[in-house]
T-cell receptor, first 111, second 114 residues
Framework: GENVEQHPSTLSVQEGDSAVIKCTYS??????FPWYKQELGKRPQLIID?????GEKKDQRIAVTLNKTAKHFSLHITETQPEDSAVYFC??????????FGTGTRLKVLA | EAGVAQSPRYKIIEKRQSVAFWCNPI?????LYWYQQILGQGPKLLIQ????????DSQLPKDRFSAERLKGVDSTLKIQPAKLEDSAVYLC????????????FGEGSRLTVL
């Protein structure tokens, strides 16, 4: 079946530093690569996504890069702030509309 | 535009009892999903509907879980009989379903099985 892994599982950074989370997937047919942020007790919300015809996408302090050959994509957060503290999930598609969530990365931004 | 509505928000039951969760997706969204999120884990897909048809239910424990989406709009997820390990948040999500894209989640229904 589909396999989606994230690394690291936890990440602590000082405020203002950068954070990088990597997602590795197994389905070579995947063509949509989103990242979701889930704050404690809240629902997951999309923060950025990329499609397979693009290698990188940036939105202010967050960016996503895709390496389709190696089957991984990464979330980059620059100038981290305390409000970035949350759990982040990747959820590449497997089949057109099926999304398998990764194992999650807990990010702590230390003030 | 109204978001995905779910109810109830919280439910506490004894093991072997039954429970039902309801979800109303965003108007016009063709695809509806039920995910189970156990504390500290990522959401696990239970079932996926496209309009009123089941697309994927490979991870649904069919001996105790059932789901339906009548008329291709709202959906109900039922657990009968519940086990202790069913304690989780049940998240409903919807998407437009015309191409791979954003999932819009409801606030979730938190189930505690005692």
């Amino acid at each position: 079946g589909e396999n989606v892994e994230q690394h690291p599982s936890t990440l602590s950074v000082q405020e203002g530093d950068s954070a990088v989370i990597k997602c590795t997937y197994s389905d070579s047919a995947s063509n949509y690569f989103p990242w979701y942020k889930q704050e404690l007790g809240k629902r997951p919300q999309l923060i950025i996504d990329i499609r397979s015809n693009v290698g990188e996408k940036k939105d202010q302090r967050i960016a996503v890069t895709l390496n389709k050959t190696a089957k991984h994509f990464s979330l980059h957060i620059t100038e981290t702030q305390p409000e970035d503290s949350a759990v982040y999930f990747c959820a590449p598609n497997s089949g057109t509309y099926k999304y398998i969530f990764g194992t999650g990365t807990r990010l702590k931004v230390l003030a | 535009e109204a978001g995905v509505a779910q109810s109830p928000r919280y439910k506490i039951i004894e093991k072997r009892q039954s429970v039902a969760f309801w979800c109303n997706p965003i108007s016009g969204h063709a695809t509806l999903y039920w995910y189970q999120q156990i504390l500290g884990q990522g959401p696990k897909l239970l079932i996926q509907f496209q309009n009123n048809g089941v697309v994927d239910d490979s991870q649904l424990p069919k001996d105790r879980f059932s789901a339906e989406r009548l008329k291709g709009v709202d959906s109900t997820l039922k657990i009968q009989p519940a086990k202790l390990e069913d304690s989780a948040v049940y998240l409903c999500a919807s998407s437009k379903g015309r191409e791979a894209g954003e999932l819009f989640f409801g606030e979730g229904s938190r189930l505690t099985v005692l």
